[in-house]
Structures are given as C-alpha cells and as structure tokens.
C-alpha cells in the first residue's frame, strides 16, 4: 500500500514519520524526523522493537492465556518503543538493519 501511494505521488518515500505523525515518535533519543517513510520500509529505523521490552515479555511469558485477546490501539506499541532508546539513529549514507515489528 505504501509504495502503491508513494508510486502515486500522494507521499514520498523520504518523507519523515514527523510529517505524517507529528510528536508521535520523539523522546529518549528517538526522532521522528530523522526517521523517513523509506527506513521504516527497510527496517533501518533503528526504532526499538516493543516486544523486546521487559514487561511485554513478562506479560507474554506469564499472563499470554489472559491477554490473548486483548485490543490493543496502534498507539500502545508506538509508545513502548519510544520509551526505549534506540537502537541507532538513522544516518544518511550509513546503511544499518535491525529488525522491529514497530517499524
């Protein structure tokens, strides 16, 4: 869908994720305008991958039967990965992968 949108000129593949969610992506050293549409496709955001985080783990680990089936908003995950360092900043001509279903 995305490449469908950038292939129709109604986004930009260099386009930041602060253009198209501004203030969603900022703290503990994340920047939403240094991430472009392009690296979260490439999965060289450096964004850190919720799932990593203590208490998802926990909560996966110990509690996964009673949170099963649980909603959870396309915010919450955004949220627990900026609560989180990154893994690097993005850097333009420097070419780094870590993968992060945040992405």
């Known amino acids: 869908m995305v490449l469908q949108l950038a292939a ?12 198209w969610l501004p203030g969603v992506v900022s703290g503990n050293g994340n920047y939403g305008s240094r991430i472009t549409v392009r690296d979260l496709l490439r999965q060289t955001s450096g ?12 909560m996966l680990r110990e509690h996964f039967d009673e949170n099963r089936y649980n909603d959870t908003s396309t915010a ?3 949220v627990t990965a900026v609560v989180h360092k990154p893994l690097f900043v993005p850097e333009a001509g420097r070419t ?7 992405n």
């Open 8 to 19: 129709e000129r109604q986004l930009s593949l260099d386009d930041t994720v602060e253009h």
């Open 47 to 58: 964004m850190f991958g919720y799932v990593d985080d203590p208490d998802i783990q926990r």
């Open 76 to 78: 919450d995950p955004v």
């Open 96 to 102: 780094r992968w870590a993968y992060s279903n945040i």
